[in-house]
């Protein structure tokens, strides 16, 4: 049952990587021309999964919307890795005053939801795609760290790390060389999930208008825009709607796989 999750998972993970990529190229329309003659048009043999308020086609909108939002989501899943890693580990290895520190600014920041520190940070630096990347993955640092720092406090007393003190080595050359490497699979494990959590905060930044700005087509944005018509065009926000239903779903699932397969009492 866990190999054939894990190669669902693989496979369905695999597949919308490969449409965020060629997604442009495979789109049968410009996702941001207005065709007159098909204002709010149904789904059909000419536009597969209908058209907008504007007469935008759905279905392109959503296979360039695809790379928007996962490049957004593992831009910010790379900034929370970084930053969430090198405080959580050199949190666990260093201790003392600045371990103290750190976790309680930590626990400040994560007190806060993480969508409204992103506001907060959005707020600041002005909407916009790039911003809300930023903003995502400032927002996600706090719990990352707390992670990680916990994976790391497992491996400090380590005879390796001991031995590596011993011989005079570095604090920095003991946590990249031997401390990061051996809770890498926590590692991997914690970063497939958070790009879920940063697929849902991509999208709820756009259905704000916070996000990715029109007419770049995110599939935030393209639910915001749909709601309005939920009665008169069920298509605008069904088809966004299940887009980052599927994703975040595959994603969450490829994580639990993961974790199963990296857990030690498995």
Request: aromatic content about 10%; glycine content about 10%.
């Amino acid at each position: 049952m866990q190999k054939r999750k894990a190669k669902y998972s693989f496979f369905m993970m695999l597949g919308i990587m490969i449409i965020g990529i060629i997604g442009p190229w495979i789109a049968p329309h410009d996702p941001t021309k207005t065709y007159y003659e098909a204002f709010m048009q149904g789904p059909s043999a000419e536009f597969w999964l209908g058209t907008d308020a504007i007469g935008r086609d759905i279905l392109s909108r959503l296979l360039h919307g695809t790379r928007v939002t996962l490049t957004v989501a593992v831009m910010a899943s790379a900034m929370t890795f970084v930053a969430g890693t090198l405080i959580g580990v050199t949190s666990a290895y260093l201790g003392g005053i600045f371990d103290n520190v750190m976790m309680r600014i930590m626990d400040v920041l994560l007190a806060l939801p993480g969508i409204v520190l992103a506001l907060a940070i959005v707020a600041a630096l002005g909407p916009s795609q790039e911003n809300a990347m930023i903003a995502i993955g400032i927002a996600s640092i706090p719990g990352f760290a707390i992670l990680v720092r916990g994976a790391a406090l497992t491996v400090k007393g380590s005879g390796y790390v001991e031995a590596s003190r011993s011989i005079g080595s570095s604090n920095w050359w003991i946590i990249i060389n031997q401390m990061i490497p051996n809770i890498s699979n926590v590692l991997i494990v914690y970063t497939t999930m958070f790009i879920g959590g940063a697929i849902l905060g991509t999208s709820a930044l756009g259905f704000i208008g916070l996000g990715a700005q029109p007419p770049t087509p995110e599939w935030g944005t393209m639910l915001s825009e749909g709601k309005d018509y939920l009665r008169e065009a069920w298509w605008l926000a069904t088809f966004p709607g299940l887009a980052i239903t599927i994703v975040v779903f595959t994603v969450y699932m490829l994580g639990d796989t993961l974790r199963d397969i990296f857990d030690p009492k498995s």
